[in-house]
Structures are given as C-alpha cells and as structure tokens.
Antibody
C-alpha cells in the first residue's frame, strides 16, 4: 500500500534552515510527482510546489521561491524540502502529498510540525 | 493566482441534515477541483476529484457538483463521523490554491 512517511517535528531557531523528508513506499517513486503543502491556523492550506522525482524538475509557488527547495533521492525513494532563513511565520505543519492525475492528492504524509522560535 | 472563495466558514448542522459547502473559482478551472476532509491532528483526506467523482472508499452520502464557476460538496445525511474541516483545491493552474475551509460542527 502507498505510504508517505515524513520526518519528525523540528524546533529551530530563526535565521537557520531545516530539511524535511518524505519517504515513499508501496509504489514506483519516479512514477508520480510529489507536492508539498503548508498548513497554518491563520493561512490555512498553501501549496508550496511540486517535484518530478524522475527528472528532478520542480515548479514552485512564487510565494515560496527562495524559501523552499525541493529535491529527491531516488535511491531511497525520499523527497526532501529545505526551508531556509526561517522566521516565526514559517512555523507550520508541512505535508507531502503524491501527485498524479485523478489519484493526485489521494496519499498524504502524516505531516511535520516545524516550530521556529528562539 | 486563482482565488477559491469557500463558504460558509462555519456550518452548524444536526445529524441527518443535508449540508452543502461551496467554492467559487475566480477564473475558469474546468473540473480541476478536489474536495478534502480533515479531522483534528490528521492529514487531509481526498473525498472528491474532478469536481464530481467520489474518491475510493468515500461513502456515497458525499457528492460533488458544479454549476458554472461554483463547485459544491454535499453530504446527503450527516453522520457524526463527518464532523470535520473541509477544503477545496483547484489544480487547473499553478500555483494550486485551496479554499479557506469550512468547519462542519454539531448544532
């Protein structure tokens, strides 16, 4: 069965970076794009961007360009999102969600809570 | 960016009620519209894709419809397990955008 296992909660200091992971299993990793989504109480759900694990090609929401960097490691079927120059506004739950036509967004990771605080 | 205006933000309802949540798209999105259910502390669950298609495992009391730029999620007879937040998502154009959410709660 398809599973997306995300890394654990992070408590990080302002101005630093953090790298989140999303390990896929139960399907061919390179067959489906991977989306990343941010959820906060105030802003709701925001789409950050998408990566094609096969080619490494990416597309970002302009709002998150320079903030988020999406990469993959095909050997471990893992997608990564690095968030840089963190501020308290980056505190949120971040999800990965599998793309792919009609079944796009049918599978989500459990989310990673990032807290930015000094 | 395409704006998805979702209403209502909160919907008190009784068990057995028929309830409808709506998203209006600021531009044409065709049928590139999904609905999600989210319970506290959980990831969103896909309920409807392609505006009207029920996702796998979703009870038949859920349905999706479209009228022009208005998209609706209807629950025909509310059950206690349906109490949750609901969100729409357009995937016609990048950036993908979500509605602001509807909290469905017991009256």
């Amino acid at each position: 069965q398809v599973q997306l296992q995300q890394s654990g909660a992070e408590l990080v200091k302002p101005g630093t970076s953090v790298k989140l992971s999303c390990k896929a299993s139960g399907y061919t990793f390179t067959s489906n794009h991977m989306n990343w989504i941010k959820q906060t109480t105030g802003q709701g759900l925001e789409w950050i961007g998408i990566i094609n694990p096969g080619s490494g090609g990416t597309s970002y929401n302009v709002k998150f360009k320079g903030k988020a960097t999406l990469t993959v490691d095909k050997s471990s079927s893992t997608a990564f999102m690095q968030l840089s120059s963190l501020t308290p506004e980056d505190s949120a739950v971040y999800y990965c969600a599998r793309g792919g036509g009609e079944q796009g967004f049918a599978y989500w990771g459990q989310g990673t809570l990032v807290t930015v605080s000094s | 960016d395409i704006q998805m205006t979702q209403a209502p933000s909160s919907l008190p309802a009784s068990l057995g009620d028929r309830v409808t949540i709506t998203c209006r798209a600021s531009q044409d999105i065709g049928n590139y519209l999904r609905w999600f259910q989210q319970k506290p502390g959980k990831s969103p669950r896909l309920m409807i894709y392609g505006a009207t298609n029920l996702a796998a495992g979703v009870p038949s009391r859920f349905s999706g419809s479209r009228s022009g730029s208005d998209y609706s999620l209807t629950i025909s007879s509310l059950e206690s397990e349906d109490m949750a937040d609901y969100y729409c998502l357009q995937s016609k154009e990048s950036p993908l955008t979500f509605g602001s959410g509807t909290k469905l709660e017991i009256k």
